[in-house]
């Protein structure tokens, strides 16, 4: 069994790490900056590793090393058995497996962490890394290995990853008091005319949706602020800045005395399907990360 592999030399967990580590910088002069020794070894390495393979896993691009369609699957391939292999020391030895764990801002912080925090009290949680990515970046990392678990829109889960929904993500408005337009009483959608907007910056799906279901209401926001993300927006909001958009677990950040939390005609077509994902080749290899995601899936049920 796998003679092939060992038929001759060229191969061996150094290089794949190397080139793991290549892979994941973007280039070798990335993986090992202001080292020319080292870069020369691992060139040296990701040559031998195209001689045993005979395919070529990188090109250049300019001056850049990028990896080609092989080198990214080998890549793949790579972290796979080298993180197997690392969990299975890791349970010789008693250590607690580390998940890297990605999402967007505002799930991390209003989502995530709280039932972080309760996993903890009750002991089931494991050792755990954020990392606060885009959509893209999310469904990349898990395709590439990088990345464990994750949370993503149920409708952007692609081919190769699996998922199952963990919650249904609701928005508000939240509009500071103090900004409440003078005068006679204003109802609905109306409620917002006059009164400064802190909106996401771009034109992302939840930016464009609540600007669209403003303007169908023939209000137009008058938008004196954009951030880059909504834990961004809720700071803003929070120093009075403007009424934002933002999810309903936020709201408890808002007392009721200083703030208006507005439920507005229209707003539960925002609502945002959200699914726990991951990797399942990568799960059938790794136990621990069964175990893990199970640990999520049951944090996430416990609430519904």
């Known amino acids: 069994m796998f003679e092939s592999l060992f038929a001759k030399g060229g191969l061996s967990l150094e290089r794949l790490q190397t080139f793991c580590a290549v892979a994941e910088a973007g280039g070798i002069a990335k993986a090992a900056p202001d080292d020319l020794g080292r870069q020369s070894q691992y060139s040296r390495q990701i040559r031998q590793l195209e001689e045993f393979f005979g395919r070529e896993l990188t090109r250049r691009n300019g001056r850049e090393v990028i990896l080609t369609t092989d080198g990214e699957k080998l890549a793949a391939l790579s972290r796979e058995v080298l993180g197997s292999l690392s969990e299975f020391l890791e349970e010789g030895r008693g250590d607690e497996p580390e998940i890297n764990f990605g999402a967007g801002e505002s799930l991390l912080r209003y989502e995530v962490m709280p039932r972080l925090e309760r996993m903890a009290k009750t002991r089931t949680s494991t050792r755990v890394r954020m990392l606060n ?61 006059g009164v400064p907007w802190v909106g996401l910056e771009g034109e992302g799906k939840l930016a464009t949706d609540i600007q669209a279901l403003a303007a169908k209401r023939k209000v137009e926001l008058q938008t004196v602020l954009r951030c880059p993300s909504l834990a961004l927006v809720a700071a803003a909001v929070s120093g009075g800045s403007g009424a934002g958009l933002l999810p309903r677990a936020a709201a408890r950040d808002f007392p009721a005395d200083r703030f208006e939390h507005l439920d ?38 416990h609430e519904k």
Do not use: C
């Open 133 to 193: 990515l885009r959509t893209q970046a999310v469904v990349e990392g898990l395709l590439e290995g990088t990345l464990d678990l994750g949370l993503i829109r149920e409708d952007s889960i692609p081919t190769g990853l699996e998922g199952e929904e963990v919650l249904a993500s609701a928005y508000v408005v939240i509009l500071p008091k103090l900004l409440r337009t003078k005068g006679k009483a204003l109802e609905g959608w109306d409620r917002l005319k």
């Open 264 to 301: 507005l005609p229209g707003m539960d077509k925002l609502i945002r399907r959200i699914a726990l994902v991951w990797n399942p080749r990568r799960m059938a290899v790794r136990g621990r990360l069964e175990k893990a995601r199970r640990q999520w899936l049951g944090a996430f049920s």
